[in-house]
């Protein structure tokens, strides 16, 4: 695993793996994440391997509103609630495998703006353990692993929050359906 900082230079090394059908970890607004490309069956099997799971449901992170809309459908109500609550921890369910946001972090939006495409952000850690906020954490669940992330975006200790509130607009109906740290009023 190499290891950058979180600096242009870094930010650019990071989405050079990307572009390359590699993973990383990297920052969001709520933990660390572990990421690639969204739409490459190769690096959602990778992701799978590196945190032990099976199922293939992730959230997503993208750059801004516009990135969305790119590669998924809203509906009006689901538009509203995201120009309302992004950039920030307010994840929208867009299929059945995928919810998404836009970050406030801005090394998150930075990374899917250069890879021109949303990114896994999936937390990372291994399958039921703690969210990472910290390199120390990262090298911790990582290290000694057969499957590892390619890359780390070290940007220091996050601080803890609770994870993003994730929320399916269904006939303009709004279900929580992951209580986060964003109270939905709508």
């Known amino acids: 695993m190499q290891i950058v900082a979180a600096t242009n230079t870094g930010i650019k090394q990071a989405a ?9 970890v990297y920052p969001t607004d709520t933990a660390y994440g572990l990421g690639g490309v969204f739409d490459s069956v190769k690096v959602v099997r990778k992701i799978l391997a590196i945190k032990h799971r099976t199922d293939k449901k992730f959230v997503l992170v993208a750059a801004d509103l516009a990135q ?11 538009q509203k ?3 309302k609550y992004w950039p920030g921890p307010v994840s929208l369910v867009v299929t059945k495998n995928y919810s998404v946001r836009v970050p406030d972090n801005i090394i998150a939006r930075k990374l899917c703006r250069l890879i021109g495409k949303p990114l896994i952000a999936t937390s990372a850690n291994l ?23 390619d890359l780390i ?3 220091g200790r996050l601080k803890k929050i609770k994870p993003s ?15 986060g740290v964003i109270k939905i009023v709508y």
Do not use: D, E, W
Not at 18 to 23: D, F, M, S
Not at 129 to 142: G, M, N, R, V
């Open 165 to 179: 509130t994730v929320v399916k607009v269904k006939r303009n109906k709004v279900v929580v359906l992951r209580q």
């Open 81 to 83: 609630l995201a120009k």
């Open 153 to 155: 975006v070290s940007a």
């Open 68 to 78: 969305v809309k790119k590669f998924f459908t809203l509906n009006r109500a689901a």
């Open 16 to 24: 050079a793996v990307l572009k390359t059908g590699g993973t990383i």
């Open 127 to 149: 399958a039921g353990q703690p969210a990472a906020y910290s390199l120390t954490k990262i090298l911790k669940y990582f290290s000694g692993v057969k499957n590892q992330p």
